[in-house]
């Protein structure tokens, strides 16, 4: 059997233009902001190898991400801050987000294909994808440069709070991450709505 093709340009053809993709990362840790991006690529100009994030080697990330920011039409990575996280929740601070890239893009996108299954409220039409990091190359576009800009920001946050792993783990649940917790107590990056964090700051 031959192997599975990557994500195309299939959807995007489909959608009236122009047409980001729109990706997060950072729902699921323990700390640092959730971060999302929005990406418009021209299929003739795309780098080639886009892929969902989590598929590629910290390496080949960090590659496309320079192709990325160099061919495409327009992109923006926005975050929502852990205090925005905590006053609105991890949904709602995702789409808070979202929106910003959306609304940070140089050329203004008509359509926006968003990773997973979830309507948020952006400033243009939406199509929601199912595992669309896999399917669309906007949103793999979108979903590398979500990943590696919060991976860049937690690295500079393990040098501001040293002693987490933050560099290692990206705020994610980890043993190092669970040993440092018990020995340091939270930080002023943890997220407070999470069950582990807010006990340990009921206990301080």
């Known amino acids: 059997?031959?192997?599975?093709?990557?994500?195309?340009?299939?959807?995007?053809?489909?959608?009236?233009?122009?047409?980001?993709?729109?990706?997060?990362?950072?729902?699921?840790?323990?700390?640092?902001?959730?971060?999302?991006a929005a990406v418009i690529l021209d299929p003739d100009t795309a780098p080639a190898g886009l892929n969902d994030s989590k598929k590629l080697t910290?390496?080949?990330?960090?590659?496309?991400?320079?192709?990325?920011?160099?061919?495409?039409?327009?992109w923006c990575v926005a975050f929502a801050s852990v205090d925005e996280?905590?006053?609105?929740?991890?949904?709602?601070?995702?789409?808070?987000?979202?929106r910003r890239a959306v609304e940070g893009l140089a050329t203004p996108a008509a359509f926006a294909l968003v990773d997973g299954n979830y309507r948020f409220r952006l400033p243009c039409e939406i199509k929601t994808v199912v595992k669309g990091d896999s399917i669309s190359a906007s949103i793999a576009a979108a979903s590398i440069l979500a990943?590696?800009?919060?991976?860049?920001?937690?690295?500079?946050?393990?040098?501001l709070y040293p002693g987490?792993?933050?560099?290692?783990?990206?705020?994610?649940?980890?043993?190092?991450?669970?040993?440092?917790?018990?020995?340091?107590?939270p930080s002023p990056i943890h997220r407070r709505g999470w069950s582990p964090i807010r006990d340990l700051f009921d206990e301080a």
Not at 11 to 28: I, S, T
Not at 85 to 98: D, F, R, Y
């Open 164 to 185: 987490y792993g933050f560099a290692a783990h990206k705020g994610y649940h980890a043993p190092i991450h669970v040993e440092a917790l018990q020995r340091l107590g």
């Open 147 to 159: 990943k590696t800009a919060r991976d860049r920001l937690m690295v500079e946050m393990d040098a």
């Open 58 to 74: 910290a390496l080949k990330r960090e590659a496309l991400e320079g192709e990325i920011k160099l061919r495409a039409t327009a």
């Open 85 to 98: 996280i905590a006053e609105l929740n991890i949904l709602q601070a995702t789409g808070l987000a979202m």
């Open 1 to 36: 059997m031959p192997p599975a093709a990557g994500p195309d340009f299939l959807l995007e053809a489909a959608c009236p233009g122009p047409v980001c993709g729109v990706d997060e990362a950072g729902r699921g840790p323990w700390a640092g902001p959730v971060c999302a």
